[in-house]
Each structure stands twice: as C-alpha cells, then as structure tokens.
C-alpha cells in the first residue's frame, strides 16, 4: 500500500465520488489526531489512497463519523483547550462544513462526581469524545463527553439535550476519571431498536438503557478490576472499549484497562476472554463485519507503559469469540516500535473482503484488505491520531 | 445613546472559524466594555460563542486573554469601561490564546 497524493483522482477539500465511480465500491477512512482532521480515500481495491487534510488544522479531532442513513452527512468533534468545543458538519460527504451547535449544557444541578485523589468535584463540560449518529435519522446523533454524560440532538447537531437518567444513575457521585478523563467515549446503537443502548465510561463501566435513555442499568458483573477497592463492584471499572456485531447486538465484546470480556445477553454477565493473549492490556476492539465471533484486539505492554509488547506492533485476532488469539503481524513493524492504540482508532469497513484499519499514536494509519492477513501503511506521518470511522461507499 | 465603533483582533484560529479577514469592526451601542464588545462580536460572528466565553457563565475561558494599550485587561471586571483608544477605534481590543504550549 502506497500513499498517492498527488496522482490519481485529487478532489478539492474532502474527496467526493466522482459520477462515474459512484457504481463502484469504496471506502471513506475518517481519521481524528491532535491536530486536525485527515480523509483517506480508495476504491473497493484498497491499494492506492487519496490523502486530503489537515482539515481544522491546529485542533484536536477526537472524533468523526458519518451517518448510516446517508453517508454524505458528517460530523467531527473539533475541540482545543484555548477555544472550547465545536461540532462540525458536513451534508456533501465532507467537501463542505459548518459549524452547528456546541452548548452542551448538564440538565439541572451538575452534582459532583469523585476525582483522582478521591475527594467530590462538580460535575464539568470539557469535550466530545465519540459522535454516533443514528442508524436510521441523519439529523439524531448522540454525543459522548468528559465529563461523563450523553447528549442527544435531533436537528443536525444545532442544539443539544442531556440525557440525565444517565448521569443521574444512582452510582454517578462516586464515578471517577481515568487517566484520559472522566470520558463517555463508546455507544452503541441496536439496530433491532434505538432505544436499546449500551454506553461505555472511564472509569465508571457499561451502561444500558432499554427506553432510550431515561433509564439506565449499570451493566457490569462479571468485570474484576484490581484497580478499585472492591474488585468486583457495581461501577469504578476503567472500560476502554466496547464493540458488537450489528447481526448480533446482544453480544458485546469489551476491552477494559486489563482483560478482554466478552457478554452473550446484552452485558447482563460478562467472562473473561483474555485466552493466549501475550497482554490483556489494550484499548482498542472491533468486530469483523461479517463473521460475528472474529474479533481483533491490539495488546499494549500494560497500564505504565503503552507501547506495544516488546516493540512488535501486533494486532490479535479470535475467530472463535476469544480465547484463542493469531498474531497478525505481515506489514507490521516488528522492532522498535512504540506507539499506541487508542481506544477510538479501529473500524472495519463492510466490503466483500472485511478490510480492517487502526491508527496510532505516531500518526501511522494502517489498512488491512483481507480481515488482517496482510498490512499496508495507508500513511505514515500524520499527528498523533485519536479516532478512525471509515464508510463503505457504493 | 452613543454608537462607538470598536475594533478587534482575533487569533487565528477565530478568525477561520469566524471566516474573517484581519479586524473586526463592530458597533457598539452604549459604554465600551468587555461585555458590550464581546456580545456584539458573537452577535455578528454566533460561531464564535462558547469559544471566548463559556456558555452560560459568560466567563472568560482560562487559556483566552483580551490585551489593549499594552496591557493585560483579562482579569478586569466584565463591565469595567475599556480604555478609550479603544471606544474611539484608535486600538484594537487584541483576544488572545494565552502561551501555554501548543
């Protein structure tokens, strides 16, 4: 894999299908770093990329996604700590933006939640960390943010609503940050129905909601955390990820500060699916986009230093639901490397050929054709990257 | 009441995101204050709100400084009068991102 800036189709801002391609399929890679936003993009073949950004150079990006209801409609987080948050907005599939609303506003009293050293701190505003836009409405999205809370717009993100029941959760005043922040950074969306919701929060843990958000259930026995007083409390675990399969949403699969888990009834149980990985440590997981119980994982040396075991980047793969793990390494570097993961930075895309990608803290973004067999560096130098989505186009 | 044109420079990171060219040349009704400037730039320019201020509190964001005259006006009061130079157009109220790396 090569990049290609500068041959082949070159558009002006985010790459458009040009007429004649829209019959062929591929894919829109939406990369997130420290300092702007970068859109990679390749036919159905997945050799040759069209590299265009930064866009919002200078900001921080944590996050973009586009809608499943159409794709030509994308948002990005944009945020810094000079000037705030900002939600950005495309209805062109990126060649044009604008910013929409960016008041995200507690529902009444904020409350506290408990910090680092243990002592109450109120409840704060700092950032967006994951977009998911609905499965069915291009104009509801839903809004992660630190400090942890869902907000909900259903208007294209020019205004936004908390979703109280959440924070309001009976455990939510002794919730605490983890070392990225008190982040609600994972939300799935059952595409049987919306109104089931699974939420992740570091460090609190798996949330559900069964009546779209009024109510919420702390999803989280099974999960042991040497990290808190008692291991295996209702709340206080530090979940990095979660992920599910859209044919089988009842079975999510999770990456916590250390173990990978794995829930067949909607999170009620989880166990343990850690198997012959070399480090249950990890932020990242996701799902193969075709068989339900291939799973991918990228294991990091452990919670004091997040690099990759023995500086081999290596991605795991389960074909059995975990348990037992294949490294994937073709394309890889196998020495000296030290990047990481972060928690937002795998998708897959939904190609005949499931192609896998990830991004790392050295702003590598890798792509991977063939469900992990072999690995090519879309590009190698961008930022420090913090989130990948990535649309299959037809 | 007396209609004052104020000008104001922005960082640029405002000014792409507020799609403006070097200064802002606003119309201030009424005594020439931080408040009375900054709603009127965020009248003109909406993008721009929650981004010097919080929303809500209206307080100045940490990392944000406001500098006219040579000098540091960030921690004065909301509602004070700017200096004159500024009411009369001769400075520009200067909004900063304060140095903290980058």
């Known amino acids: ?394 | 009441m007396t209609t004052h044109s104020v000008r104001v420079v922005l960082p640029a990171h405002l000014r792409v995101l507020g799609r403006v060219d070097g200064e802002v040349v606003l119309a201030v009704d009424g005594p020439v204050t931080q408040r009375s400037v900054l709603d009127a730039l965020e009248l003109r320019h909406p993008v721009l709100r929650g981004t010097i201020r919080e929303h809500g509190t209206l307080r100045r964001r940490a990392f944000v400084r406001f500098f006219a005259c040579e000098r540091d006006l960030s921690h004065e009061p909301p509602d004070d009068p700017l200096p004159d130079a500024v009411a009369s157009g001769a400075e520009p109220l200067l909004v900063v991102g304060a140095m903290a790396g980058g």
């Not at chain 1, 900001?59 to 973009?64: N, R």
Request: hydrophobic letters at 35%; aromatic letters at 10%; a negative charge.
């Open chain 1, 1 to 394: 894999m090569r990049s290609v800036a500068g041959t082949g189709p070159r558009f002006q801002g985010f790459p458009v299908l040009r007429e004649e391609e829209t019959t062929v399929s591929g894919v829109r890679v939406l990369v997130g770093t420290r300092k702007g936003a970068f859109v990679l993009s390749s036919d159905g073949t997945r050799r040759d990329w069209d590299i265009s950004g930064p866009h919002f150079p200078g900001w921080e990006i944590y996050h973009l996604k586009g809608s499943a209801a159409d794709p030509d409609r994308l948002y990005a987080s944009q945020s810094g700590g000079w000037f705030g948050q900002l939600i950005q907005r495309s209805d062109d599939g990126g060649g044009t933006w604008n910013a929409v609303g960016n008041e995200f506003a507690y529902e009444g009293d904020a409350g506290t939640h408990q910090y680092f050293d243990g002592t109450a701190v109120p409840w704060k505003f700092t950032r967006v960390w994951h977009l998911e836009p609905s499965l069915h409405d291009p104009d509801t999205i839903y809004a992660g943010v630190e400090d942890a809370a869902l907000f909900r717009s259903v208007d294209g993100g020019g205004s936004w609503q908390e979703l109280p029941g959440l924070r309001g959760h009976g455990t939510g005043p002794s919730w605490q940050p983890g070392a990225g922040g008190m982040c609600l950074h994972s939300i799935l969306l059952d595409p049987r129905d919306e109104a089931h919701m699974t939420i992740a929060i570091s460090a609190a843990g798996t949330f559900r909601t069964d009546d779209g958000g009024k109510t919420w259930r702390a999803i989280n026995r099974g999960l042991r955390s040497e990290g808190i007083p008692d291991q295996d409390a209702e709340v206080g675990h530090c979940v990095h990820h979660i992920a599910a399969h859209a044919t089988r949403p009842d079975t999510l699969f999770m990456q916590k500060h250390w173990d990978v888990m794995r829930s067949d009834d909607g999170g009620e149980q989880w166990r343990e699916i850690s198997g012959d990985l070399p480090t249950d440590f990890g932020f990242v997981i996701d799902v193969h986009a075709h068989e339900p119980d291939t799973v991918y994982v990228v294991p990091i040396t452990s919670d004091y230093l997040h690099v990759p075991l023995d500086g081999k980047l290596r991605v795991y793969r389960s074909r059995t639901g975990g348990d037992e793990w294949e490294p994937l390494t073709r394309g890889l570097p196998q020495e000296h490397c030290y990047v990481n993961v972060l928690r937002d930075a795998m998708a897959v895309d939904s190609l005949d050929e499931c192609g896998i990608y990830f991004g790392t803290t050295g702003g590598q973004v890798y792509v991977s054709p063939d469900g992990g067999d072999t690995w090519a560096p879309i590009v190698r130098d961008l930022p420090a990257v913090l989130s990948v989505e990535v649309q299959t186009l037809s």
